[in-house]
C-alpha cells in the first residue's frame, strides 16, 4: 500500500492514493484534488454522478485518519473553480480535521485567500524547509530539492505481445519529485521517464517501483 | 390551375430544354401534387431534384393564382441535405425552376456557413424554399418562435437520405420531423434515398412507424440500368507487391496512363490522410501536372473545395484526389474515369463512386481498383460479383438513442419550451423511440431537471426548470448558448482551425494531431508544406514551409467494416481457390489468378481453407505468440467473436492479449502461448451464454468506452468549447474518458452509459451476425497449423495497429513484469 523513500536524511512514505506523508515533520502532502469539479459541472448542466463528490472526501478522510498528521499541506489546484455547494463540505471537513492546513496557491485556486483564511487555512505560493521546496507547478531552484504537483504525471509501460499500460505516478528525479493527482475525476499527463528518473505507479492498492 | 394544366407547366419547361421527364419524375410529380408523402429511390445524377421541386413550386402554383404577379411570402419547403456543400448546387436547380416557371419564389441557404447578416434576415423574412442541414433545423427549433415560421410550410424533402439513416443525424432528423409533424398541419414528407438493403425500412424510419403519414406514402424508384464497368488494377510484379499496407502508393504509375486517356478522373481514396499523401507523391512524381490535378477533401476550406468542384464542372482539371466529400451530390459530367484507392468496404458506396463517372444518363461507369495490398485483390474479386448481382447492404437505423432525445428536448426547452405529455406523443410514434418506455421517458426527463433520479441536498445542478404550468423551459443563458453550439458537433472530435499567421484560413485537423506536433514541425495539410508555430485559442497557427516531411494529420474516423452480404461473397470468392469448380461457375476471376503467388507462398506454411474449413494459425515472433483464427465474417463480426473468444480462454488461466482485427479474420497476440488444443476441447466457439460472455466481455475492453465518447458529447455531458474561445472554458471540459470511468463507479445505470454498451452490441459487433457465424463454425472443421513465421494470409492483421486490449491478469502482476521493459530513452 506504501512505499518508502529517503531523501536529505528525511523518510516520505508515497501512498497508493496518490498522498506523501513526510515522517520527521508529520506533514501530510496532497495534490491536485480539484474539489468542486463534480459541481462546477452540474452547476452548468453537466449532469456528472453526484454520488462522485463525497469520494473526494472519503479518500481524504481516510488518509488522514492513517497517518494522523499535525500539518495536510496541500500542493494547489485544491479547488476546480469558482465556488460551490461542495465549499460547505469542504468546510464540515475542516472542522473536523485537528491538523494545520496549508494551501499552496495552484493555478484553478481561483477562489479568494479570505475564504481560506477564514477557515483557518494559510494560504502561500510556496513553502522552503529543511532544503525543501513545495510549489504547486515544478519548479528548479539550487540546493533545494522540489515537491510539486500540477502535471498530473503517468507513464507508459510496454510489454511483450504489444502490451501497454497507462499509470498515474510520482515522478522522481535528481532534485524534484511531481505528486500524482489525489482527486477522483482528474485525468493524467504521460511523461517520458529519462535515466536519471524513479518512477512509481500508484494502483488500487499498491505503489510499486518501475 | 387543375392537376393536368400544372403538368403541361412542367412538361414545357422540360421540352424546351431539350429534355424529356422519366417515368420517375412524373410519377412523383403525380403522388406529390395528390398530397401523398414518400420515398424516392433514385441516384446521383438522374434529375431527382426535378423530381422533387418541380411539384413543390407547382402546387403553390395551384394555391395562388395569380403567382406571377403576387408574391404570398413565408416558408412553403425545405430541403435537406447532409452536406452543406451541396446546398449551393441544389439551389441552383430550385432558383431556375422557380424562375422559369414565371414565380417570385426566393430560395435561401442556412447552414454553418450562413452568415449572420444573413441569419438575421432570414429570422425576419424566412425565404420560400429554404435548404438546410440537419443541424441548422435543429438550431432553427431552437430559435424562439419557431413554430410559426413553419406554420405554413407544405413539404420537407431528406435528400440523400441513405446517408443519414443508421447515423445519429438520421435521428436527429426523425425527431425534427415528428415536431413539424404537428406544427406544419399541411405537411408532405419526401426522402430521396440511393439503392440500399432496406429501402422500405428506410420509408418507415422516415416516416414514423405504424403513423398515418406512413399510410399515406408511396415508394417511387427509378428503374435506370446503368452499366458499370469494375477493372481491376494488377500489379505487374506479384512478387514485390507488398502483403500489406494501405496506401497503394507502388501501383502509382499504372494510373498515370488511365489519366491520361480520360478527360477527368476522380481517385476516391478512404481517408483524408491518404488523400494528402497521393496528392503529394502524384505531383512529386509527375510534376507536369502542376495546376492539373486537386484534392477535395471535408476539412479543406470551403472556398477551396467549391473552386475544385467547380473546376471539375468546367473540365479544367484532369484528376482530383478525394474522400467520400465527393461521393453525393453534384453533377459532374466531364467526370469519365473513377479510380477507388484500397477497398471501399461496401458495395452500396462502391456503386455510388462508380456512379460519379459517365454522369449523364445512359452513359457507361468505369471504375478501376487499386488494391493497396496483396490481400484485397480477394476483395476485388468478390466487388465484381457484387456489382454483377447489385448485392448492396442494409443500413441500420439506431434504436432508443437517449442522447440524441436529450439533446432535442434541450432544444425544444431553450426555444419556446415544452409540455412532456405532448412530445411524448410525437416522439413515440418515431422508428427510433417506438419502444421508448414511460419509465425510460420519466427518466430523461429527471435527468434534465434534476442531473439525477432524485433530489439531494446541496446540489446545483442546472439546464432545464419546469414552469408552474408543467412547461419545461431553460432560462439560463449560458446553457442555452453552449447547447446551440453543440448542435453542431453530433459527432467528431475537437476540431481545430489551421491559419496562416497573418490569418488565412486553411482548414480543420483533429487535436489529437496537433498533439503530438511541437514548434518548428512540419507536416502536410491541403496539399502544403507547413510549418507548425503554435496552437491559441483553438488555433493552429503556421508558415509555409520548403522543408520536406512525412507528417501528415490522420483523421480518427471509424473504420468500416464488411456487410454480412460482402462478407460471404468474399468468402465465396476464396473458397473457390481451395476447390475450383468451373463448370459451376467457379473459375477463378483474373484478380484470384494473379494472387497464385501469393497462394502458393500461403500453402508452404499452411492451407486455404476449403468452405467447410475454419483456420486457424499459430506462430511466434519478436512480439509475442501470435494466434489467428480465419471466419472471413467482415471486421465487426470479428471484434465480436475476438472478444468472445479472447475472454473465454482467459477464464481458463491468467492471460493479457492484445487483439487485432480485420475483414478476414482476428488475432489473439500474447505474451504467452494458448493451448488451441485446450480452446477445442472447451468448445469456446459454443453460442451458448454467447451473450452474457459477450458482455462480460465488453467489460474486460474498452469498446463501449469509446462509443461512449460520442453519447457523452451529444448528450451534452462533455463540452467540446466554443472555437477562439478556448481558454475561457477550460474549467468546463473534461475528456469523455474520465466520464466513462465515474459512471461505471457511481451510476452504471444512467441511461447514457448503459446506451455505450448497448451501441457497442447492435452497430459494432451485429451480435445477430455474431451468432450466425458460430452456428456456421459448429459446422466446420476447425484446421490448426502451428507455423514457423508469418503467413500471406496473417500479415495484415499482425501488423495492425489499432488494437485491443483483454486482460484476466492482476494489474500488479503485469507491471512487475513490464517494469523490466520499461522504455527508457
Known amino acids: ?210 | 390551375m387543375n392537376r393536368d394544366e400544372l403538368y403541361t407547366l412542367a412538361e414545357n419547361w422540360f421540352q424546351e430544354n431539350n429534355w424529356k421527364p422519366f417515368k420517375f419524375q412524373k410519377d412523383t410529380w403525380k403522388a406529390f401534387l395528390q398530397g401523398k408523402n414518400g420515398l424516392l429511390n433514385a441516384p446521383t445524377g438522374s434529375g431527382k431534384t426535378y423530381a422533387l421541386w418541380f411539384p413543390i413550386i407547382l402546387n403553390y402554383i395551384k394555391s395562388n393564382p395569380e403567382y406571377k404577379t403576387k408574391h404570398k411570402k413565408g416558408l412553403k419547403a425545405i430541403w435537406i441535405t447532409p452536406l452543406r456543400a451541396l446546398s449551393d448546387e441544389i439551389r441552383q436547380s430550385a432558383e431556375r425552376v422557380a424562375t422559369d416557371l414565371g414565380t417570385q419564389m426566393t430560395v435561401g441557404i442556412r447552414s454553418g456557413d450562413t452568415s449572420t447578416k444573413e441569419r438575421t434576415a432570414q429570422k425576419k423574412q424566412m425565404p420560400d424554399l429554404l435548404i438546410t442541414t440537419p443541424e441548422s433545423l435543429q438550431l432553427l427549433l431552437a430559435s424562439k418562435g419557431y413554430e410559426k415560421q413553419f406554420k405554413d410550410c407544405s413539404a420537407i424533402v431528406v435528400d440523400e437520405w441513405h446517408e443519414l439513416l443508421g447515423t445519429k443525424r438520421g435521428v436527429q432528423m426523425e425527431l425534427a420531423l415528428s415536431r413539424l409533424k404537428t406544427v406544419s398541419k399541411k405537411l408532405r414528407i419526401w426522402g430521396i434515398s440511393a439503392t440500399i438493403g432496406n429501402l422500405e425500412q428506410a420509408r418507415e424510419v422516415l416516416l414514423g412507424t405504424d403513423s398515418k403519414a406512413l399510410e399515406n406514402s408511396v415508394l417511387i424508384k427509378a428503374k435506370l440500368n446503368k452499366k458499370i464497368t469494375v477493372k481491376s488494377i494488377i500489379p505487374k510484379k506479384m512478387e514485390t507487391f507488398p502483403w500489406r499496407g494501405h496506401l497503394g502508393l507502388h501501383l502509382l504509375e499504372d494510373i498515370i496512363p488511365i489519366i491520361n486517356n480520360s478527360k477527368t478522373t476522380l481517385l476516391f481514396t478512404n481517408t483524408r490522410s491518404q488523400c494528402e499523401i497521393w496528392f503529394q507523391k502524384i505531383l512529386e512524381k509527375h510534376p507536369e501536372y502542376a495546376g492539373e490535378i486537386a484534392m477535395h477533401h471535408g476539412s479543406i476550406n470551403k472556398e477551396t473545395r467549391l473552386w475544385v468542384e467547380q473546376a471539375i464542372r468546367n473540365a479544367n482539371l484532369k484528376a482530383v484526389v478525394c474522400t467520400s466529400s465527393l461521393d453525393l451530390g453534384v453533377d459532374f459530367a466531364p467526370v469519365e474515369t473513377v479510380i477507388q484507392i484500397g477497398g471501399p468496404k461496401g458495395v452500396a458506396r462502391f456503386l455510388q463512386r462508380a456512379g460519379r463517372s459517365g454522369h449523364r444518363p445512359g452513359k457507361e461507369s468505369v471504375i478501376y481498383f487499386l488494391p493497396t495490398h496483396a490481400i484485397e485483390l480477394i476483395e476485388a474479386s468478390a466487388l465484381q460479383e457484387a456489382v454483377k448481382h447489385t448485392v448492396v447492404e442494409d443500413r441500420i437505423p439506431y434504436l432508443n438513442s437517449y442522447d440524441v432525445l436529450l439533446q432535442y428536448l434541450t432544444t425544444l426547452a431553450i426555444s419556446d419550451g415544452f409540455y412532456p405529455d405532448e412530445i411524448y406523443q410525437e416522439v413515440i410514434k418515431t422508428f427510433c423511440y417506438q419502444a421508448l418506455s414511460k419509465q425510460q421517458w420519466q427518466w430523461l426527463l429527471n435527468f434534465l431537471v434534476m442531473g439525477s433520479q432524485s433530489l439531494q441536498s446541496y446540489d446545483e445542478y442546472k439546464k432545464v426548470d419546469i414552469e408552474e404550468d408543467g412547461k419545461f423551459k431553460v432560462y439560463n443563458k449560458g446553457i442555452a448558448m453552449r447547447h446551440r453550439f453543440q448542435i453542431g458537433t453530433i459527432v467528431g472530435d475537437a476540431n481545430l482551425t489551421v491559419r496562416y499567421q497573418k490569418g488565412g484560413f486553411i482548414g480543420s485537423i483533429e487535436e489529437f494531431f496537433v498533439s503530438k506536433l511541437s514548434p518548428g514541425d512540419i507536416f502536410t495539410f491541403a496539399g502544403r508544406n507547413l510549418e507548425f508555430i503554435r496552437i491559441k485559442d483553438m488555433q493552429v497557427h503556421v508558415r509555409n514551409s520548403s522543408k520536406k516531411t512525412n507528417k501528415v494529420p490522420s483523421w480518427m474516423g471509424g473504420r468500416l467494416t464488411f456487410s454480412a452480404q460482402m462478407s460471404e461473397l468474399l468468402r465465396e470468392e476464396l473458397y473457390k481457390v481451395a476447390s475450383p469448380n468451373p463448370s459451376k461457375g467457379g473459375e477463378l476471376s483474373v484478380e484470384l489468378k494473379s494472387l497464385k503467388h501469393i497462394f502458393d507462398k500461403q500453402q508452404e506454411e499452411s492451407i486455404v481453407p476449403k468452405p467447410n474449413e475454419l483456420l486457424i494459425e499459430t506462430f511466434k515472433t519478436r512480439d509475442g505468440f501470435h494466434h489467428i483464427f480465419y471466419p472471413f465474417e467482415g471486421r465487426g463480426v470479428h471484434e465480436a467473436m475476438g472478444s468472445l473468444l479472447g475472454y473465454r480462454i482467459s477464464l481458463l488461466s491468467p492471460i493479457t492479449f492484445s487483439l487485432a482485427f480485420n475483414d478476414y479474420g482476428f488475432e489473439l497476440l500474447s505474451d504467452q502461448e494458448i493451448n488451441i488444443q485446450q480452446v477445442l476441447d472447451n468448445d469456446l466457439f459454443s453460442t451458448d451464454f454467447m451473450l452474457s460472455d459477450l458482455q462480460k466481455s465488453l467489460n474486460a475492453t474498452e469498446m463501449a468506452r469509446r462509443k461512449f465518447r460520442d453519447i457523452a458529447v451529444i448528450s451534452g455531458l462533455v463540452f467540446t468549447g466554443y472555437p477562439n474561445k478556448g481558454i475561457k472554458m477550460k474549467h468546463l471540459q473534461s475528456s469523455s474518458q474520465l466520464l466513462f470511468d465515474v459512471f461505471r463507479d457511481y451510476e452504471a445505470d444512467n441511461l447514457l452509459f448503459q446506451q455505450a454498451f448497448t451501441e457497442t452490441f447492435e452497430h459494432q459487433l451485429e451480435e445477430g451476425r455474431l451468432r450466425l457465424a458460430l452456428e456456421r463454425i459448429e459446422q466446420q472443421e476447425i484446421v490448426w497449423k502451428a507455423c514457423q513465421k508469418a503467413t500471406p494470409f496473417s500479415f495484415p492483421i499482425i501488423t495492425d495497429r489499432l488494437r485491443e486490449k483483454l486482460s484476466s491478469e492482476k494489474l500488479a502482476d503485469r507491471i512487475k513484469r513490464m517494469t523490466a521493459i520499461l522504455t527508457k530513452k
Open chain 1, 1 to 210: 500500500m506504501t512505499e518508502v523513500i529517503v531523501l536529505n536524511h528525511q523518510t516520505f512514505t508515497m501512498h497508493c492514493s496518490g498522498a506523501l506523508f513526510w515522517e520527521e515533520k508529520s506533514t501530510l502532502v496532497v495534490s491536485d484534488i480539484h474539489f468542486g469539479k463534480v459541481s462546477h459541472f452540474r452547476k452548468h448542466g453537466a449532469a456528472v454522478p453526484q454520488k462522485a463528490i463525497q469520494k473526494n472526501f472519503d479518500l481524504l478522510e481516510n488518509i488522514v485518519h492513517q497517518f494522523k498528521p499535525k500539518t495536510i499541506c496541500f500542493l494547489g489546484d485544491l479547488f476546480h473553480s469558482s465556488i460551490n455547494s461542495e465549499w460547505h463540505l469542504f468546510e464540515t471537513w475542516v472542522t473536523k480535521t485537528d491538523a494545520k492546513l496549508f494551501l499552496i496557491a495552484g493555478n484553478h485556486d481561483i477562489i479568494s485567500p479570505l475564504k481560506y483564511e477564514a477557515l483557518g487555512i494559510v494560504v502561500i505560493s510556496e513553502i522552503v524547509t529543511q532544503g525543501f521546496l513545495f510549489t504547486h507547478h515544478p519548479e528548479e531552484r539550487e540546493g533545494l530539492f522540489n515537491f510539486a504537483g500540477h502535471i498530473h504525471p503517468s507513464v507508459k509501460l510496454k510489454g511483450s505481445g504489444k502490451q501497454f499500460l497507462k499509470l498515474a505516478c510520482f515522478f522522481k528525479s535528481n532534485h524534484q519529485m511531481i505528486l500524482p493527482a489525489f482527486g477522483e475525476f482528474t485525468g493524467t499527463y504521460s511523461l517520458q521517464p529519462a535515466k536519471d528518473n524513479e518512477v512509481y505507479v500508484i494502483t488500487k492498492d499498491q505503489v510499486l517501483r518501475v
